[in-house]
């Protein structure tokens, strides 16, 4: 599976869209991009996943690019719940469970 | 409710002792996974189970085993030869496309 490089950390206002980043540059062809987050000392949640297209759902948005080298995750109105660990992860679809999750980014929204 | 279990929440052993993790998932997946977590880091992949009577080992499978003689459970077992056992232990389970996490048995080892 490939890997992915995020931020360690962002900050975002209460309210405004979080844009978070993630660089996979190894991607191959069969492999999609998940998106989950994990709010402290909880299991991680699933947010939403794409393979090149860009996708929404009730929880965010997921932009792609062209090259499929990187993603933005989109909370478009982020509140203080929003605050938590979000985890990149690239791996091929039925492989599902045997991914790697690095470290992620730590998004904090603020009043 | 659909979902995973996993008991205890907290969990504390002595040094030398076997201490075992249960995870039950009513969710009909046939995956099924644990992950190791150490603050301040992401998960790290002990064993998955992709059918009933077989499982692989993961990133970091020393020290651990695990069994999986039913569809629903997938017990981890934290042996003696874990060097480092006290960390925060997550069972997953999926779909094709889909992972679902349990709440989590934070282990600790004095």
């Known amino acids: 599976d490939a890997k992915t490089t995020q931020p360690p950390s962002m900050d975002c206002a209460e309210g405004r869209a979080a844009n978070l980043p993630c660089n996979h540059s190894?991607?191959?062809?069969?492999?999609?991009v998940y998106w989950y987050r994990q709010i402290h000392s909880q299991g991680p949640q699933y947010i939403i996943h794409?393979?090149?297209n860009n996708e929404t759902n009730e929880m965010a948005s997921l932009i792609i690019t062209e090259d499929r080298k990187s993603s933005t995750l989109i909370l478009p109105h982020a509140t203080l719940r929003d605050t938590a660990v979000y985890y990149c992860i690239v791996r091929v679809w039925t492989n599902a469970g045997k991914s790697t999750f690095g470290d992620g980014t730590t998004l904090t929204v603020k009043p | 409710d659909g979902g995973i279990t996993q008991s205890p929440k907290y969990l504390f052993r002595k040094e030398g002792q076997n201490v075992t993790l249960s995870c039950e998932q009513n969710?009909?997946?046939?995956?099924m996974y644990w992950y190791r977590q150490d603050p301040g880091q992401g998960l790290r992949l002990i064993y998955y189970?992709?059918?009933?009577?077989?499982?692989q080992k993961g990133d970091i499978a020393e020290g651990y085993s695990v069994s999986r003689e039913k569809k629903e459970s997938f017990p981890l077992t934290v042996t003696s030869a874990q060097k480092n056992p006290t960390a925060f232990y997550l069972c997953?389970?999926?779909?094709?496309?889909?992972?679902?996490f349990g709440p989590g048995t934070r282990l600790t080892v004095t």
């Open positions: 969710l009909n997946h046939d995956a």
């Open positions: 794409g393979l090149k």
């Open positions: 190894t991607i191959s062809g069969n492999e999609y």
């Open positions: 189970s992709q059918i009933v009577n077989d499982f």
């Open positions: 997953a389970s999926s779909s094709a496309y889909e992972q679902y």
